[in-house]
C-alpha cells in the first residue's frame, strides 16, 4: 500500500475525529456535568438528555468517518504509527478549532505543545 | 479535582489505547482494504476482535463524553496524551511490531508537549449564556 493512501486515511480520521470532538465538546457543555445530571435525573435521563442534542448526533456522523478510516488504515499501516500519527494530529487540529469554533484560551503554551507534537508526529514517519 | 475525575481521565487513557490495539489486531486477521471495494471494509464488523475493540473503545466513548462534561477539550486531549505511549507499548509487545527508536523518540516528544500543555489552566469560562459549564473548584477564569 502506498504511503499517499495510508496518509491520506490518517487524515480522514484527524478531520472526522476533530470535527466530532469539537462538537461533543460543544454538546457536552450546554448539558453541563453528567455526574449532577445523574443525580437528578438517573442514568435513563441522562442518555435521554444526551442523545436528544443535535450537536451530540453530529459528532456521531464525525466520529463515524473517522472510525471507518481508522479501519481502513490500520488494514494498511502499523498501529504504532496510525494511532499516535492521528491522535496527536487530531491533538493540533483540535486545538485549533476550540480557538475558532468554542473561543476555548489557546495560549502559547498550548502552541509549542503543538509543535512540540507536530515534530513528534514527523519522528513517527 | 477529585479521585472520580482522574478515574475518568485513567479510564480514557487505558480503554482508548487498549480498543486501537483490538482492532489492529482484528484489521490483520481481515487483511488489506481494497479501494476499489471501499464498502467491504463494514464486514470487518463481524470480526471477533473488532468487536472487542469496539465494545472497549464504546468504555472509552462514555468515560470521554463524562470528562468533557467538566473540562475543556483542550485540556481533556493532552490529559489523556499517555494512551499514544500505551498503544506504542501494546504494538511492540502485543501485536510484536518494529517500533524504532525515532519512533520511540517521537512518542517522547508528543508525551513532553501534551505534559506541558496541561500544566496550563483547564477550563475557559464562556460568558455566553446559552454555555452552561459545571466544573467545580477547578474552574479557571481565563484571560
Not at chain 2, 468504555?59 to 493532552?78: H, N
Not at chain 2, 513532553?112 to 446559552?130: E, K, M, Q
Amino acid at each position: 500500500m502506498r504511503s499517499l493512501d495510508l496518509w491520506g486515511a490518517i487524515a480522514l480520521i484527524v478531520l472526522g475525529s476533530s470535527s466530532g470532538d469539537v462538537l461533543l465538546s460543544a454538546a457536552m457543555k450546554r448539558i453541563g456535568d453528567l455526574d449532577q445530571l445523574r443525580l437528578g435525573s438517573g442514568l435513563p435521563g441522562v442518555i435521554g438528555r444526551v442523545f436528544s442534542e443535535k450537536r451530540f448526533l453530529l459528532a456521531l456522523c464525525c466520529f463515524s468517518l473517522g472510525f471507518f478510516s481508522l479501519l481502513t488504515a490500520l488494514s494498511w499501516g502499523d498501529a504504532s504509527l496510525v494511532a499516535p500519527a492521528s491522535a496527536s494530529m487530531t491533538f493540533v487540529a483540535s486545538a485549533v478549532m476550540a480557538k475558532i469554533f468554542l473561543k476555548e484560551d489557546v495560549d502559547h503554551r498550548r502552541w509549542v505543545a503543538a509543535v512540540l507534537v507536530c515534530v513528534g508526529v514527523a519522528l513517527l514517519r | 479535582m477529585n479521585y472520580k475525575k482522574y478515574l475518568v481521565l485513567l479510564a480514557v487513557m487505558c480503554f482508548g489505547s487498549t480498543g486501537d490495539a483490538l482492532l489492529k489486531r482484528g484489521m490483520n486477521d481481515f487483511g488489506p482494504v481494497d479501494l476499489h471495494h471501499p464498502l467491504h471494509v463494514v464486514a470487518a464488523l463481524g470480526n471477533p476482535w473488532v468487536l472487542a475493540g469496539i465494545t472497549v473503545l464504546t468504555a472509552f466513548f462514555a468515560s470521554y463524553l463524562t470528562a468533557l462534561s467538566w473540562a475543556d477539550l483542550s485540556y481533556v486531549l493532552p490529559a489523556t496524551a499517555l494512551g499514544y505511549v500505551g498503544v506504542t507499548l501494546l504494538g511492540r509487545y502485543f501485536l510484536h511490531e518494529n517500533v524504532s527508536p525515532m519512533r520511540w523518540l517521537g512518542v517522547l516528544l508528543i508525551s513532553c508537549g501534551v505534559g506541558w500543555v496541561t500544566r496550563g489552566p483547564a477550563l475557559t469560562v464562556s460568558p455566553s449564556p446559552d454555555t452552561r459549564v459545571h466544573g467545580g473548584e477547578e474552574q479557571h477564569e481565563v484571560a
